[in-house]
């Protein structure tokens, strides 16, 4: 082997799968040689939003999966349309973004979300969609055919109601709701007689916060 450009390809990728989840062994390694910087990209199995991210470069990363998106750009999610392998997406805002953060805002990205990648089998919108309300989950009927994991962990101002809406989600085999304080075991017991296959993650061995914030949104009227 005269450089390392003739290592061959198999090895290589086994090199850089061991080197994805350190974004700063993966810039090394794309400066080794023109052969490497591309094969970190077409290797490369997840990607982070954190900003907004040119579509014509979308290309490059025809392996990735999982994308996590910090950022409150709606139109911005046409851009996932491009990656064929897309599987999970995970939906984090950073705190600048959580400023502008509102319930119609979330609609409209999870509208989007739900026409450009019909093919989701897991969404994350934990921790950060404080805000999300029971409406809201109806908008992820599209994904129903495929969905298998769905993440609402500290969705606080889900209630009951919200979970009869994920009835419609045949598909789904895990849910987690930890946190959501106002959703009851009755509601989750129903929801899994309808479906023998869920398994769900509650909060029912955690301690209940003594005040819940109220939300002043669209749902308020739901908030107790």
Known sequence: MQSWSDLPEALL?????????????????????????????ETRSRLA??????VEELHRFPSVTEVTWHILDPAGLKQLSELPR????????????????CDELLKSMTTKLCACCPGLRSVSLRLSCTRLTNDSLKLLWPLAPCLTSLDLVNCIYLSDKGMA?????????????QKCWKVTQDALTKLKAGN????????????????LPVYRGSEEEEID
């Open 49 to 54: 939003f954190r900003y907004k991210f040119p």
């Open 165 to 177: 809406h994920l009835s419609k989600l045949s598909a789904l085999e895990l849910l987690n709701v």
């Open 196 to 211: 023998a296959l869920l398994r769900i993650q509650d909060s029912i061995d955690w301690e209940r916060p003594p005040y």
């Open 13 to 41: 990728n086994q090199i850089l799968c061991q080197l994805e989840n350190s974004a700063k062994d993966a810039k090394c390694a794309r400066q080794v040689c023109r052969k490497w910087a591309s094969a970190v990209f």
């Open 86 to 101: 897309l599987t999970s997406f995970n939906f984090h805002p950073d705190e600048s973004a959580m400023a502008l953060f």
